[in-house]
């Protein structure tokens, strides 16, 4: 992988670079590449890659790929760190979801181990390439885009390989989120041609998915979702032996779900009143609540509300912003299913995880 520029720190031979990685020549004659950034450390190890940005409205997790990279310090590391802060340029360029190239597969997150032809595939395909290739470990992050925040951290229990499927399902617990969500990752959403899905089920990756925080909202809000976030890829550095310590902050009880969740969100556009905000991530709400409504921008009359279809616990809210017919408000996980209960933490990770396969053997998770 050609090296076009490298910044070394720590002192000595130590090697912390960034790395541009060139994909194709756009139109206008520009090369586009994607800036690479890696922390190597002086004992050898594991390599974790963190992705942000596949989708160009999901940048909220740039900053908490930059932090961990800054923090690292080779002296301090076994093994080595990625960090690849905008997957996908040339959505970001347009804050949009899907690469405007046109393409039949112009979401980044569903094209993976990528191809020869469009854009988008081609940027799948460098990062595979000369990325994943190297990876032993992956986290890939998508919080909310603008006026909407998650709180949920994902993991493949379905990735046919069980030792993959059993890591993954640790690294989740030891990142440090009170709701880690079993999803069915290979046979339905995201699906096999998603980064996680290819990567679990391919190249034999454990890997999480982080979906929390978002945009729009309180500087202090934003800046806490960043906190616990590099706190959480700091934790799961600790767990993998990355890094001398222990998983910090851990709660005492997780939310586990199997079931996708109950998108909440506008069928009609206009204006979102949010009726529950930040404060309302990860707790209960009862079926028929009102948790939005969605009012005309030129009537001001209401033109529907957005309720609760089940009792559940809320994982993803909205702030007050203009909407267009599915744009993102509110998630919530059916807490009536034996799919979805509140574990308590009793013992080390792996032992959670245990009693969390144990569940799903049984058919209760």
């Known amino acids: 992988m050609p090296r076009l520029s490298s910044s070394p720190r ?72 990625i960090g690849v802060p905008v997957a996908n340029p040339v959505a970001l ?28 595939e081609q940027i799948a395909a460098a990062l595979d390439r000369d990325v994943l290739a190297r990876t032993d470990f992956l986290m890939d992050f998508h919080p909310g885009p603008w006026g909407a925040a998650l709180a949920t951290v994902g993991y493949g229990a379905d990735l046919p390989d069980g030792r993959v499927r059993r890591q993954s399902l640790e690294m989740a617990l030891a990142f440090g989120h009170p709701s880690v969500r079993a999803l069915k990752m290979v046979g339905a959403f995201p699906g096999p041609r998603s980064i996680a899905g290819y990567a679990g089920s391919v190249r034999k990756i454990p890997n999480i998915g982080p979906c929390l925080g978002g945009l729009g909202f309180a500087p202090e809000i934003e800046r806490n979702w960043i906190e616990d976030q590099v706190r959480g890829i700091r934790n799961v550095l600790y767990h993998l032996g990355m890094l001398e310590g222990e998983p910090a902050s851990l709660p005492l009880t997780y939310f586990h779900f199997a079931s996708r969740g109950h998108r909440v969100v506008p069928t009609r556009g206009g204006y979102l009143r949010a009726g529950r905000g930040p404060e309302a991530l990860m707790t209960e709400v009862s079926k028929g609540t ?46 009536t299913r034996g799919d979805g209960a509140w574990i308590e933490r009793r013992g080390s990770v792996s032992e959670v995880a245990a009693a969390i396969e144990r569940r799903a053997a049984s058919g209760t998770a």
């Open 10 to 81: 720590g002192g000595g031979d130590l090697e912390v670079t960034v790395t541009m990685l060139p994909v194709t020549t756009r139109l206008d004659g520009s090369e586009l590449r994607i800036p690479v950034h890696e922390v190597k450390g002086e004992r050898d190890g594991p390599t974790l890659t963190v992705v942000s940005t596949q989708h160009g409205a999901e940048w909220f997790s740039v900053e908490i790929v930059r932090r961990i990279i800054a923090e690292l310090t080779p002296k301090a590391l076994r093994g080595r760190v």
């Open 93 to 120: 360029e347009h804050f949009t979801r899907m690469t405007p190239d046109e393409s039949d597969e112009p979401d980044l997150n569903r094209v993976w181990p990528g191809g020869g032809t469009w854009i988008t």
């Open 290 to 335: 009102v948790l939005g409504t969605v009012t005309s921008p030129y009537t001001f009359e209401q033109l529907e509300e957005l309720v609760a279809p089940v009792d559940g616990v809320i994982f993803g809210v909205a702030r007050d912003y203009m909407v267009r017919p599915g744009d993102w408000a509110y998630f919530v996980a059916d807490s």
